[in-house]
């Protein structure tokens, strides 16, 4: 019988020892395998087609919508923020340009479609932050970022889930040097994504942009920061030689999260009532028809009743 081999309290206290002294893996905060996998979540549900294909307004994204003066683009984005308090989301409008009372008359307008209370419109519409220039720190309008401060103060005071701004062309910034516009747009993106909310924006076409022209994401009237920092674009066509000036077309032009969807193209349904236009549904048509209404509206040929009944 083989004898055990004694093992001396000394040995035990090497043993130990020694692997207190083993070095120890260094976590590494930045490193890869510690970052959390976002994944792609409709927190924000909607009716409109051109948003279900990613998904909704995204937390954390920043989103522009680029169109031609005039045409159309605050009925849009006001269309898509009542559509947010509707559903019950604090939501934070900023406007650069127009009048409250104009906004809210909208807004009440297209409430009153389905909510014939006073009392109900108007619960409803305690949802909305409508904030202009005149709300914000008067001394941070020459600094892009004490701007963009001074305006998520609000985004925290009032637990806003949505914010647009309408809109970067016309706000303090919109005609500021290219250093200044991209300081602008580079932090609003890093304070959309510390705040994780999404940030909706509104940009105007460059000056030189053909009025039968198909817009692209380089005729946005801004620095490049404009097409590059933002996670999706958008583009509102407007048709100018087509009888229904009404007409719009929506086209993805960006989708940081899905590149599949880029170029897919969205009839929009305007709605008039009392005066008042808004966009209430839209629908994916194909690239083929798409093209050729523009095709049609830059040679001049909207003749014919039967292609405008098509439409």
Same mark, same amino acid.
């Given at each position: 019988?083989?004898?055990?081999?004694?093992?001396?309290?000394?040995?035990? *206290?090497?043993?130990?020892?020694?692997?207190?002294?083993?070095?120890?893996?260094?976590?590494?905060?930045?490193?890869?395998?510690?970052?959390?996998?976002?994944?792609?979540?409709?927190?924000?549900?909607?009716?409109?087609?051109?948003?279900?294909?990613?998904?909704?307004?995204?937390?954390?994204?920043?989103?522009?919508?680029?169109?031609?003066?005039?045409?159309?683009?605050?009925? $849009?984005?006001?269309?898509?923020?009542?559509?947010?308090?509707? *559903?019950?989301?604090?939501?934070?409008?900023?406007?650069?340009?127009?009048?409250?009372?104009?906004?809210?008359?909208?807004?009440?307008?297209?409430?009153?479609?389905?909510?014939?209370?006073?009392?109900?419109?108007?619960?409803?519409? *305690?949802?909305?932050?409508?904030?202009?220039?005149?709300? $914000?720190?008067?001394?941070?309008?020459?600094?892009?970022?004490?701007?963009?401060?001074?305006?998520?103060?609000?985004?925290?005071?009032?637990?806003?889930?949505?914010?647009?701004?309408?809109?970067?062309?016309?706000?303090?910034?919109?005609?500021?040097?290219?250093?200044?516009?991209?300081?602008?747009?580079?932090?609003?993106?890093?304070?959309?994504?510390?705040?994780?909310?999404?940030?909706?924006?509104?940009?105007?076409?460059?000056?030189?942009?053909?009025?039968?022209?198909?817009?692209?994401?380089?005729?946005?009237?801004?620095?490049?920061?404009?097409?590059?920092?933002?996670?999706?674009?958008?583009?509102?066509?407007?048709?100018?030689?087509?009888?229904?000036?009404?007409?719009?077309? $929506?086209?993805?032009?960006?989708?940081?999260?899905?590149?599949?969807?880029?170029?897919?193209?969205?009839?929009?349904?305007?709605?008039?009532?009392?005066?008042?236009?808004?966009?209430?549904?839209?629908?994916?048509?194909?690239?083929?028809?798409?093209?050729?209404?523009?095709?049609?509206?830059?040679?001049?040929?909207?003749?014919?009743?039967?292609?405008?009944?098509?439409?």
């Amino acid at each position: 019988m083989k004898r055990l081999k004694k093992i001396s309290v000394s040995d035990i *206290r090497f043993s130990l020892d020694e692997e207190i002294l083993k070095p120890k893996e260094q976590i590494k905060r930045h490193s890869l395998d510690q970052i959390k996998i976002k994944e792609l979540k409709e927190d924000f549900k909607t009716k409109y087609k051109f948003l279900k294909a990613h998904k909704g307004f995204q937390r954390g994204h920043t989103h522009v919508f680029l169109g031609r003066t005039n045409k159309g683009k605050s009925a $849009l984005v006001q269309s898509l923020a009542c559509e947010n308090i509707v *559903r019950g989301h604090n939501t934070l409008l900023f406007l650069s340009e127009g009048e409250k009372g104009d906004v809210k008359r909208r807004f009440d307008t297209m409430l009153s479609l389905k909510y014939k209370s006073v009392e109900e419109r108007n619960r409803i519409m *305690r949802r909305l932050i409508l904030l202009d220039e005149s709300d $914000l720190d008067q001394a941070t309008i020459h600094d892009p970022q004490s701007w963009i401060a001074s305006l998520f103060k609000f985004v925290k005071e009032y637990e806003i889930e949505l914010a647009y701004i309408d809109n970067f062309s016309t706000c303090s910034f919109g005609d500021s040097s290219p250093e200044i516009q991209a300081n602008f747009v580079k932090t609003l993106c890093a304070s959309t994504q510390r705040y994780q909310i999404p940030l909706i924006g509104v940009v105007h076409q460059a000056k030189s942009v053909a009025p039968d022209k198909e817009l692209t994401i380089e005729d946005i009237r801004a620095n490049s920061a404009f097409m590059n920092s933002p996670s999706f674009v958008y583009a509102l066509n407007n048709f100018c030689n087509y009888e229904d000036q009404s007409k719009r077309v $929506l086209t993805i032009l960006k989708s940081r999260l899905d590149g599949d969807i880029i170029g897919n193209y969205y009839d929009l349904s305007y709605k008039k009532y009392k005066n008042e236009g808004f966009y209430v549904k839209d629908q994916k048509i194909d690239n083929k028809i798409a093209k050729e209404l523009f095709f049609r509206n830059k040679s001049q040929r909207f003749t014919t009743k039967s292609f405008q009944k098509s439409w």
